[in-house]
């Protein structure tokens, strides 16, 4: 490991070069002045940045190519933005994310060859990037670095012929990616584009495991020079996400020497990008969770699993061809899209689990005599919101970037081959508990009223305080395997799937349901008061799909039994079964493969996703109290990992109060 390196970028000595430019103050002011297109924006923003870009290269590395411009400009002023809005439907910042290139076409062919194909706003700014390379070609001649230079020469030109100029072709072109105003830029299927110029090189003596895992080393840290810069919810969500394994498109297994060398990469530097992601079946060796158990010890919530016996099966049911659905990966988070062809936007929307429950306690409760009846409302109502959500999405509209027209296979502008948006299904633990503590004490056991419930949760448990310890510690929950709660849980992702059969988006794709949360564990939590399992008001939700907070949970084993009972091929957006595993249990020699043999069970019960957390909670609590010790501390959020003292209190908070397991 080049630990100069690591240590320079860790202490943020790179940033003495970032530069405010006046000249980029009122651009958007300029533009609208002037009447230009979108796309004529994107192209002169873009164009002007890479001038204002300064080739700086850092001490020891070998893969360049770093922000030194501050902050990108908005191609709109405020007016035109609300304007826009007034047309279209908006997602997130209006610009496009969430999309996986074909690196390996242009890797391979260079951007000369693409500039041939490209129109006239992706050859100028094709133009750009060679223009801003050279820049950086000469200053490696001037420092001495002639094999840096060597290696600028080609790429990203021309085609890249070795392992060298294959991962800074790549660095160069994520990099204009970002610059060009892109955000949760993905990595895509890494060790299967990008292995063969590693094996090629390795055949011809070029490389020993340990020179190609210190190279490997030093492209991983050039995902954190500028990711500070990159747009997110909190500090670390920047979709910097990079899939390993998995089946190719004819069903070959892809791990290979590449994927150890990044799971080993990823385990030495401890930083948080890139995010790693390994895709596992019911054929893959227990050795390969071993592997990826030994990258969970090191505590960066890393590797995130998907199962390719569950994906790619879901994937064909929402109309995938086969060999798409084979070469899926994973947005920035964990939901489903194919790289190359896919415009997929797999989190245009949330249903609220709980708040459904909520809705149909105070309107329907008292009116229905058996819990059936009850549950028929639950799921008109799953219905009425999945239709609200869906109607509400209506002349998407993105802002043109013509470097990742150029990059998609058959271009972007207009969607791609596969326009399908994907909606979260949030609290599903609170909702479950929730209906499982209706029928139990309400209908079956008659325990209580309904009105006294009602009173209850309305009151924040003040009223009928004596029923707060009942349904918050005593009433079945979700992860202990009981039949009631984990039969709630099949029913609502049921109704969930069900509710959006048949709908067709305003790009002529369909809508996928998940398991996913997203932000929305904190948001939607706030939008309701007090929950019938016990939750308590300003409760936030479990994140993603995982037990309650608060609950009694037998231990990670029953987690799997209740969380693998769903068929997953009808929730197939995405949405991983998250555990916190104390970081005390890894001093144990055996833990790694306990831990191994849990995912494997969990993989081979049918479960679709999976993360696992190691956390110390008393390392936690001091980082919130004295976080200049603990400026490397990192956790898992939702489908990020992120610095634990870089997170706003509530999402510390968060992680505190998960559940945590031993094996």
């Not at 500070?228 to 297994?253: A, I, P, R, T």
């Not at 659905?325 to 899209?337: K, L, T």
């Not at 010790?629 to 870089?646: D, M, T």
Request: hydrophobic letters at 35%; one cysteine or more; glycine letters at 8%.
């Amino acid at each position: 490991m080049r630990k100069t390196l690591r240590e320079y970028i860790v202490n943020k000595e790179h940033h003495v070069y970032r530069k405010d430019h006046p000249e980029l103050s009122g651009l958007a002011e300029e533009f609208s002045g002037l009447g230009l297109c979108p796309k004529e924006r994107m192209t002169r923003r873009f164009e002007l940045l890479s001038k204002l870009e300064t080739s700086v290269l850092l001490p020891e590395e070998k893969i360049c190519f770093m922000r030194t411009v501050k902050v990108i400009p908005d191609c709109f002023t405020e007016e035109e933005w609300a304007e826009i809005k007034e047309k279209h439907f908006i997602h997130e910042l209006g610009y496009m994310s969430n999309l996986s290139p074909n690196y390996e076409r242009v890797i391979a062919f260079g951007l000369l060859a693409e500039r041939e194909k490209a129109d006239v706003y992706g050859q100028r700014v094709i133009d750009a990037i060679l223009d801003l390379t050279d820049r950086y070609r000469e200053q490696a001649l001037a420092k001495g670095k002639t094999e840096l230079a060597s290696v600028l020469e080609r790429v990203p030109r021309y085609g890249a012929t070795s392992f060298y100029e294959a991962l800074q072709s790549f660095r160069i072109i994520h990099y204009c990616l970002w610059l060009e105003g892109n955000y949760h830029n993905t990595v895509g299927r890494f060790d299967k584009y990008m292995y063969p110029y590693l094996k090629a090189d390795v055949e011809k003596g070029i490389y020993t495991k340990e020179t190609a895992l210190e190279m490997v080393e030093d492209f991983f840290l050039s995902f954190n020079k500028d990711s500070d810069l990159y747009v997110g919810v909190q500090q670390g969500d920047n979709g910097q996400s990079m899939m390993l394994g998995g089946v190719d498109e004819n069903g070959k297994e892809v791990f290979n020497l590449l994927s150890e060398l990044c799971l080993e990469a990823s385990r030495n530097l401890l930083l948080i990008d890139p995010k790693i992601n390994l895709r596992v079946s019911k054929n893959t060796p227990l050795r390969v969770y071993e592997l990826g158990s030994e990258l969970t010890k090191a505590g960066l919530g890393f590797p995130q699993y998907s199962n390719d016996d569950v994906v790619i099966e879901g994937l064909k049911k929402l109309g995938y061809e086969p060999e798409d659905a084979r070469d899926y990966v994973v947005a920035a988070c964990w939901e489903f899209i194919i790289p190359k062809v896919g415009a997929d936007v797999a989190n245009i929307g949330a249903l609220s689990f709980p708040k459904v429950i909520d809705t149909c306690l105070h309107r329907d409760l008292t009116g229905c005599e058996i819990f059936e009846a009850f549950m028929e409302k639950v799921k008109e109502e799953i219905q009425r919101e999945c239709d609200r959500i869906c109607d509400e999405i209506k002349d998407l509209w993105f802002v043109p970037s013509p470097l990742m027209n150029v990059m998609m296979d058959g271009g972007i502008y207009d969607g791609g081959k596969y326009n399908n948006f994907g909606l979260h299904g949030t609290g599903v633990a609170t909702a479950a508990d929730s209906l499982a503590v209706i029928k139990k004490y309400i209908y079956d056991e008659m325990k209580y009223t309904k009105e006294a419930l009602i009173e209850a949760v309305d009151s924040d448990f003040a009223e009928h305080g004596e029923m707060l310890p009942v349904l918050r510690y005593e009433a079945p929950k979700l992860g202990n395997n009981e039949e009631l709660p984990d039969e709630m849980l099949v029913s609502l992702l049921k109704s969930f799937s069900d509710s959006l059969k048949g709908k067709k988006n305003c790009r002529g794709g369909v809508f996928r349901a998940g398991t996913g949360s997203a932000m929305f564990y904190l948001w939607h939590a706030n939008e309701i008061g007090a929950s019938p399992d016990g939750r308590r008001k300003g409760e936030p939700f479990g994140t993603n799909f995982s037990a309650s907070l608060f609950a009694r949970i037998n231990g990670p084993l029953s987690v799997i039994q209740s969380f693998t009972k769903p068929d997953f091929t009808e929730n197939i957006n995405g949405g991983p079964l998250t555990l916190e595993f104390a970081s005390s249990m890894f001093k144990d020699e055996d833990s790694v493969k306990k831990v191994a043999a849990l995912v494997k069970a969990y993989i081979d019960l049918g479960g679709h996703q999976m993360q696992l957390n190691a956390v110390n909670t008393e390392k936690l609590k001091d980082a919130q109290a004295h976080p200049e010790n603990h400026r490397q501390l990192v956790v898992r959020i939702w489908g990020w990992s992120a610095y634990f003292v870089e997170l706003d209190k509530e999402h510390q908070d968060h992680v505190l109060r998960r559940q945590q397991y031993t094996v």
